[in-house]
Structure formats: structure tokens, C-alpha cells
T-cell receptor, first 117, second 112 residues
Framework: GDSVTQMEGPVTLSEEAFLTINCTYTATGYPSLFWYVQYPGEGLQLLLKATKADDKGSNKGFEATYRKETTSFHLEKGSVQVSDSAVYFCALSETNAGGTSYGKLTFGQGTILTVHP | DVKVTQSSRYLVKRTGEKVFLECVQDMDHENMFWYRQDPGLGLRLIYFSYDVKMKEKGDIPEGYSVSREKKERFSLILESASTNQTSMYLC???????????FGQGTRLTVV
């Protein structure tokens, strides 16, 4: 079945440092790819998404590019802030044989990011 | 503003109790989901529903059941709670095509 693998955490950075969180996937079809963020005590929020190969998703200074050739969707940010401290989840949505997605997500294990002043 | 609301933020139940977790969405979404979140394991799908009275097993359905009598409400039922069901439970909904899932705040369940 489909699967998502994220880099092991936790990740600790100083403010204004460069962030990369690696994500690779295995899928039989042509999934959409997502990054979700979970701030302390809250549910998950969509951070960005990409629906086809070579698409770049971006939001709040974060970016990720859908790379079909390397089956990757790495999250990057040029300068992190303390407020970016959260858990980040990479996910893919499956499609059935007819190409329909029900929004069923397969998640990576999550990466805890802590940013210090 | 779109909203998925879970009935409780925290619950403590005893082993063997029947437990109901309720989820309501106000976006008229067809698809609804229950996930379980555990450290180091990410989120794992328990059950989902793509229409009223329809349900499909996810990756870890054992020990759980669900009910969807109305489009806006999706309930997760622990028939006989056990300590290994202590976890964070997250409900989500998505529109047809599933381009984005919207999550509730989560229910942290402790079974003692």
C-alpha cells in the first residue's frame, strides 16, 4: 500500500536558520501531496499542497516541490521563527482506480520542530 | 469559517466501558474520517465514511465501530475500551474530490 516516510526528529534550530524536513513517499497511482502543521494543543492545519508532478506548494514562507522522479516532497523554509515551533506531517491522498480521491490521507510519522530565539 | 467540532477535548474512561466520540462538521462535506495519533506513528486511519450510512474500514479498525446517521455527524465507538486505546483521536472531513481535509481539535482519551 501507499506509505510516507519523514526524516527522524526532533529538529531544533535557532531563529532565522534554514529548515529542511525530508519526506519521501510510495504510491501506486498519482497522489496529491500535503504538508500539515499541528501547533501545541491544536488539531492539524493544512500548510501547503501539490496535486501533480513539478507543482510547488507554498504558504507562510514554506515551500515544497512534488518530485515524481525522486518520489519526494521536502519541506523548506529560508528563515524560521519561534512561532514555527510545531509538529509537521507529510501526507498523501490516495486515489481509486477511477482516479477519485475521497480525501483519505496516509501520513508520515511527524517531525517535531523547536525553534529557539 | 469552516469548522469540525469534536465533542470533548479530554476524556478519562475505565477499561471495559463503551465510549462514544462525536464529531460534527458544518461544511456539508460528504467525506468524514477518524484518525488516531500516537507519538512516532503519525496519524493512522481507523474508519471513514463517504456518505450517510456508509462506512469503510481504515488501517486499524479493530476494537472500533462508527456511525453516520446524518451527513454532518460522524461518531466513533469503542465497544469495550482498553488501555491500548489511550490516544489522541482526530476527526476530519473533506469535500468530494478530497482536495483538502479539515481537522477537529482532537480528543485526548485516557483509558484507566
Amino acid at each position: 500500500g501507499d506509505s510516507v516516510t519523514q526524516m527522524e526528529g526532533p529538529v531544533t534550530l535557532s531563529e532565522e536558520a534554514f529548515l529542511t524536513i525530508n519526506c519521501t513517499y510510495t504510491a501506486t497511482g498519482y497522489p496529491s501531496l500535503f504538508w500539515y502543521v499541528q501547533y501545541p494543543g491544536e488539531g492539524l492545519q493544512l500548510l501547503l499542497k501539490a496535486t501533480k508532478a513539478d507543482d510547488k506548494g507554498s504558504n507562510k514562507g514554506f515551500e515544497a516541490t512534488y518530485r515524481k522522479e525522486t518520489t519526494s516532497f521536502h519541506l523548506e523554509k529560508g528563515s524560521v521563527q519561534v512561532s514555527d515551533s510545531a509538529v509537521y506531517f507529510c501526507a498523501l491522498s490516495e486515489t481509486n482506480a477511477g482516479g477519485t480521491s475521497y480525501g483519505k490521507l496516509t501520513f508520515g510519522q511527524g517531525t517535531i520542530l523547536t525553534v529557539h530565539p | 469559517d469552516v469548522k469540525v467540532t469534536q465533542s470533548s477535548r479530554y476524556l478519562v474512561k475505565r477499561t471495559g466501558e463503551k465510549v462514544f466520540l462525536e464529531c460534527v462538521q458544518d461544511m456539508d462535506h460528504e467525506n468524514m474520517f477518524w484518525y488516531r495519533q500516537d507519538p512516532g506513528l503519525g496519524l493512522r486511519l481507523i474508519y471513514f465514511s463517504y456518505d450517510v450510512k456508509m462506512k469503510e474500514k481504515g488501517d486499524i479498525p479493530e476494537g472500533y465501530s462508527v456511525s453516520r446517521e446524518k451527513k454532518e455527524r460522524f461518531s466513533l465507538i469503542l465497544e469495550s475500551a482498553s488501555t491500548n486505546q489511550t490516544s489522541m483521536y482526530l476527526c476530519a472531513s473533506s469535500p468530494p474530490g478530497g482536495t483538502e481535509a479539515f481537522f477537529g481539535q482532537g480528543t485526548r482519551l485516557t483509558v484507566v
